[in-house]
């Protein structure tokens, strides 16, 4: 099954609901990184969040990041999305290994640690808009809950799950996100945390051979869900040998001369896709001199 989002509305429109199949874009994310299993799952769980999230923005220079900033051992994990639903993302630290939680699942708050969740929409204004909470658990579909609620003021159902295979290669991902519409009726709310009640987890649909149609059939059952639309997604990385120059120039002239005065090659990896750009020392120069033009 290719990748992809579908969307729909339930309930008169009193809901609005998102899935998504992600399992070859977060395999693409795992190879690209070489990241252990619960730095997968983490960074899984975020990829397709934003996937669905990139799929809601309206215009076409839309642009939304993610940010996990936590004390645990993953350090802070990061995810960018466009309108088109093309994501790319990177941990901190992609081979952090740390025990399993006692039931056998990945521990994925514990690779995270406390601290905050950032939402960064870029549509193109002066500025961005930022809202930022605090973790609420970690394990990231329950944050995103959260800073829905707080920060944004729509009342959501957030699930996502990444599930590995025995050789560190992903099995299945994806996930939901389901909004409760401001005129939506206690009924209906009932009716919704009834339903999420009854549902099992997002992996074992997915690994059951759900689609993300089947997955809000599930979530939704009862309440005349009417599908809406389909959008592929897939890692995507718009990185450019101009963008890494831009990353060096950044670095200041004082690190530039020092690179320069070193003689050597100066190689520069793209932290989203770990592609590495290779600058000679003439190039260095010439970016030192366009930095003191500027
Ligand atoms: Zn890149």
Do not use: W
Request: proline share 3%; glycine share 10%.
């Amino acid at each position: 099954m290719k990748d992809y989002i579908v969307s729909a509305t339930a309930a008169g429109a009193q809901i609005r609901a998102f899935a998504c199949t992600t399992r070859e874009l977060v395999e693409e994310c795992r190879s690209r990184h070489n990241s252990s299993p619960v730095i997968t799952a983490a960074l899984g769980r975020l990829l397709s969040a934003g996937a669905m999230m990139g799929s809601m923005m309206k215009g076409e220079d839309d642009k939304l990041t993610l940010k996990i900033s936590g004390n645990g051992p993953a350090g802070s994990l990061i995810v960018t999305v466009d309108s088109l639903a093309r994501v790319k993302g990177y941990a901190a630290n992609p081979a952090v290994v740390i025990p399993a939680k006692p039931n056998g699942k990945l521990d994925v708050s514990g690779a995270v640690g406390n601290g905050t969740l950032t939402v960064i929409r870029d549509m193109g204004l002066k500025d961005p808009y930022v809202g930022t909470v605090d973790l609420q658990t970690g394990e990231i579909a329950e944050d995103l809950t959260y800073y829905y609620a707080v920060s944004e003021q729509v009342p959501s159902a957030v699930g996502l799950g990444v599930l590995m295979n025995k050789d560190n290669t992903v099995n299945c991902a994806g996930g939901f996100i389901v909004q409760l519409m401001p005129f939506a009726s206690d009924e209906i709310i009932e009716k919704l945390e009834e339903n999420l009640k009854g549902i099992s987890s997002v992996t074992s649909m997915l690994s059951g051979g759900d689609t993300p149609e089947e997955l809000l059939g599930k979530v939704l059952a009862g309440m005349d869900i009417e599908f809406t639309g389909t959008m592929p997604t897939e890692y995507h990385c718009d990185c450019s040998r101009e963008r890494l120059e831009q990353v060096l120039i950044s670095l200041g002239r004082e690190e530039l001369q020092s690179m320069i005065d070193d003689g050597k090659e100066v190689e520069v990896g793209c932290q989203f896709c770990n592609t590495k750009y290779v600058f000679q020392v003439d190039e260095l120069k010439s970016l030192l001199r366009k930095s003191t033009r500027d």
